[in-house]
């Protein structure tokens, strides 16, 4: 079993940088326009005659009403309609991405975000599962990961029977805190009635797995108003937990314009709201999986990360980081082997686009040998907490402290100050260095220090 967290102000001090989450190495930042429709139907093709299996995400953009903490690709409208026109496209992008794959590869994971997916009515959300299975090979046996976002205002028992019987049997809720004060503040009034009603149907239903969203560093929230959230939240059990930190860029996000930043809790705060977080979770029984992420010691993602096959992609930690990920909706990213594309952000464009028979590909990249060698160290450090030289130098044919010997120095001090273990065989992140494994990860990347490092959030 991987030793607890251990909290060290000092430390956390030091390397709290800004910094990429690496859902992706090479990030969404490096993604440009020369990447388009052909490098996407090439890669179809070669996820087709590799036979590989498949992962789908399906972006629902629609939101009844606005959170302003929200930085997500979503439409606020009260209008249920709005759906409809977005509907006919993203089924049709489902059929023009389908016949380029073969019936044989099986969907292992499918998960539906947003947005507000259950924005849908419940004919709508039959009729995309119905296209979605005639395009792509979905399993019967509801043995797939098949995850769905559910916002607990959105949703009842009946939406709740409705998406087991499609086959879902994961969900992940939005619950972000539940002090009143703080949930008017950000416009997301949400009791915990709700939300218990919400995950009683999903147990009574037999869904697998039930993940609860958490956000801190909201305005009003302070170290003790949230531990009466986070003991509440632990009172329900769920399988898994995300602990977000709330990044304030208003400059970049309209709707946090209506956060007033004098309300929000100042950055020392902030460390012990987290701080106490961890410790009442641990002293529950969550293990940190990494990235502000915690499950049940029985949970797939623990037992995965203590067997080392824990991976990571853009929809997070995962057990299927082998399938090729298809993102099919307004904004949706797909990693199809060496190939990174996205969708357009602008719900016209992407209509428009696929209205004309084409796909909405945006923009992209395919990642080069450095990109690949550097995805697999990053990749092992940010779901194990440790490398092994020896495995990377097998698999790419170097020599790790030849090819890394300018890092050198940099992981020299990381290793003075305790973030670290390292040696000429192996790094080891320490107890004291897992919350800031992001920052032991960025060493690695090329890209960094040609980016605004503003357009990314702090590692705590």
Known sequence: MLDAIRWDTD??????????????????????????????????????????????????????????????????????????????????????????????????????????????????????????????????????????????????????????????????????????????????????????????????LQFRSINIDLIYGLPKQTPDNFARTVEEVISLQPDRLSVFNYAHLPERFMPQRRIHSHELPTAAQKLEILQRTIEQLTAAGYRYIGMDHFALPDDELAIAQEESTLQRNFQGYTTHGHCDLIGLGVSAISQIGDLYCQNSSDLNHYQNAVASAQLATHRGLVCNADDRLRRAVIQQLICTFHLEFADIEQAFNIDFRGYFGALWPQLQSMSSDGLIELDNEKITVLPAGRLLVRSVCMVFDAYLEQQHRQRFSRVI
């Not at 590799?50 to 629902?60: D, E, G, I, K």
Request: some cysteine; aromatic content about 8%.
């Open 11 to 204: 430390l956390i001090r030091r390397y709290d940088l800004a910094g990429p989450r690496y859902t992706s190495y090479p990030t969404a930042v490096q993604f440009d326009s020369h990447v388009g429709t052909f490098d996407l139907f090439h890669a179809l093709r070669e996820s087709r005659k590799a036979q590989r299996p498949l992962s789908l995400y399906v972006h629902v953009p629609f939101c009844a009403n606005i959170c302003y903490y929200c930085a997500c690709n979503k439409v606020i409208t009260k209008d249920r309609g709005r759906a409809l026109p977005y509907l006919q496209r993203l089924e049709q992008e489902i059929q023009l991405i389908g016949c380029h794959l073969d019936p044989a590869q099986k969907v292992e994971q499918l998960h539906f975000g947003g947005g507000t997916p259950t924005f849908l009515s419940h004919d709508e959300l039959r009729q995309l599962m119905a296209r979605l299975r005639k395009s792509f090979n979905l399993l019967d046996d509801d043995s797939g990961d098949y995850g769905i976002e559910i916002d607990p205002r959105e949703a009842d028992w009946s939406t709740m029977g409705l998406l087991r019987e499609l086959g879902f049997n994961r969900v992940s809720i939005g619950l972000q805190d539940l002090d009143p004060a703080v949930q008017r503040a950000v416009n997301r009034l949400q009791s915990l009635e709700e939300t218990r009603a919400v995950m009683d149907a999903a147990r009574t």
